[in-house]
């Protein structure tokens, strides 16, 4: 045999409507927390009495270690692994936000590393190309200038591709020598034969 319907209207009994009053309420918070925890909801409960008195219910509350009298063991212990899930989910997502933090810290940091590479080679071609043009400037490689004079000053040694003058000047010049070495040995010669010859009849 089931419960009869009860009818809904107000308890003209002061004391009946008291007493269902602080019955009903204590389900309403009871349903409230449990609405809470098995769905993961914020839930806030405000009630008035007739008589003005304020009564409420916030799981947030709850959450913080607030307004825990009159509950159960079991409703703790659901609290508890409430508090230790949302822990461990708060625990993941600063881990998440420090490891993508980390990731763009590294990306900047490569940036960075390949930019100054860059700038380093670019400043070592600059400095080679200076060196470059100093010795350019002052030990040339092609006819050697001087700072005073820009034109070229002629090498020592003799150029094959240069006039017969010089060649003829030196045959001429080693012939003349020759000349006279011969010249001077015919006169030695003829001196040494008169020389004899007067000994020779003495």
């Known amino acids: 045999m089931g419960r009869g319907r009860i009818e809904?209207?107000?308890?003209e009994n002061?004391?009946?409507?008291?007493?269902t009053?602080?019955?009903?309420?204590?389900?309403l918070f009871k349903k409230?927390?449990?609405l809470s925890v098995l769905c993961d909801a914020e839930v806030a409960v405000i009630v008035f009495s007739n008589t003005g008195k304020l009564y409420e219910f916030s799981s947030t509350r709850r959450l913080i270690g607030r307004e825990l009298e009159g509950l159960s063991f079991k409703e703790l212990q659901q609290i508890e692994c409430q508090l230790t899930e949302g822990l461990l989910s708060v625990k993941q997502?600063?881990?998440?936000?420090?490891?993508?933090?980390?990731?763009?810290?590294?990306i900047q940091e490569e940036k960075a590393t390949l930019e100054n590479e860059a700038l380093r080679k670019e400043v070592e071609q600059l400095k080679g190309?200076?060196?470059r043009k100093a010795l350019l400037e002052f030990h040339p490689l092609e006819g050697k200038f001087s700072l005073s004079n820009p034109k070229p000053i002629k090498s020592c040694t003799s150029d094959p591709n240069e006039g017969p003058d010089?060649?003829?000047?030196?045959?001429s010049l080693a012939t003349?020598?020759?000349d006279r070495k011969r010249k001077a040995a015919e006169m030695e010669n003829i001196a040494c034969d008169d020389s004899g010859s007067q000994v020779a009849s003495e």
Do not use: T, Y
């Not at 997502?93 to 990731?103: A, C, M, S």
């Open 21 to 27: 009053f602080s019955k009903r309420r204590n389900g």
């Open 166 to 171: 010089v060649s003829l000047q030196l045959n």
């Open 14 to 19: 002061v004391n009946s409507r008291q007493v």
């Open 176 to 178: 003349s020598r020759g």
């Open 32 to 34: 409230a927390n449990e």
């Open 93 to 106: 997502k600063k881990e998440g936000f420090l490891l993508d933090q980390l990731g763009k810290s590294r």
């Open 129 to 131: 190309e200076s060196q």
């Open 8 to 11: 809904i209207k107000k308890i």
